[in-house]
């Protein structure tokens, strides 16, 4: 079965230091997004990606975040300086039609630990 | 208001029961719903559509109130492995996002 890969599977970083999370969607996906969760709290909406450009955005994401497609296969998603509240799991998703909500399939996640 | 509102639970029942979630969502223009599961720190897995009609998928039942914006998901003949959170989720119309309640945690005990 196809699966969304994500990397690394846990990221501990320092405060106020960039990090990248990366993805590689199923390969026929064309839809691609990232949400987040909090430990204890629900999953969240970050972004979603469509055609090389953000599609839709949550209040979350803000100037600190960015998405990009650098090669055809990886997605990935760059905090420019990461606060204490950005410890979350990061999820990759992907999915073949846009709308309705079907399809999606998730990664298994990042864990980023600020500290 | 919470745009989707879950039992908050946990719910511990024995291996053989039956249980219920609830679940309530705020936006009317929601068109799609779902039941994920989601084990201790992994990402939610589809567990089931939810359609209008309501549905069936082996031990699981799911129906959906579009009048009272309300869904449902029935487990019966409860499993040990059915142990984890249950997240009804929806998605509005015209959007590919999906929001997710915070989730009911199941535990099946022996």
């Known amino acids: 079965e196809p699966e969304v890969t994500q990397t690394p599977s846990h990221q501990v970083t320092q405060m106020g230091q960039e990090v990248i999370l990366r993805c590689v969607p199923i390969?026929?996906?064309?839809?691609f997004y990232w949400y987040r969760q909090i430990l204890g709290q629900k999953v969240e909406f970050l972004v979603s990606?469509?055609?090389?450009?953000?599609?839709?955005k949550s209040e979350i994401f803000d100037d600190q975040f960015s998405v990009e497609r650098p090669d055809g296969s990886n997605f990935t998603l760059k905090i420019r300086s990461t606060k204490l509240e950005d410890s979350a799991m990061y999820f990759c998703?992907?999915?073949?039609?846009?709308?309705?909500?079907?399809?999606?399939?998730f990664g298994s996640g990042t864990r980023l630990t600020v500290v | 208001r919470k745009e989707v509102e879950q039992d908050p639970g946990p719910f511990n029942v024995p291996e053989g029961a039956t249980v219920a979630f609830n679940c309530t969502y705020s936006?009317?223009?929601?068109?799609?719903f779902f039941w994920y599961r989601q084990d201790c720190r992994k990402e939610p897995k589809l567990l089931m559509s939810?359609?209008?009609s309501g549905n069936e998928d082996g031990r699981f039942t799911a129906q959906l109130n579009r009048a009272s914006q309300y869904i449902s998901l029935l487990i019966r003949d409860s499993k040990l492995s059915d142990s984890a959170t249950y997240l009804c989720?929806?998605?509005?119309?015209?959007?590919?996002?999906?929001?997710f309640g915070k989730g009911t945690m199941l535990l099946v005990s022996p």
């Open positions: 998703a992907s999915s073949v039609d846009r709308g309705r909500g079907y399809g999606y399939t």
């Open positions: 390969s026929n996906h064309l839809y």
């Open positions: 990606f469509y055609n090389n450009e953000i599609s839709e």
């Open positions: 936006n009317s223009a929601s068109q799609s």
């Open positions: 939810v359609y209008s």
């Open positions: 989720v929806v998605n509005r119309r015209g959007y590919s996002t999906l929001t």
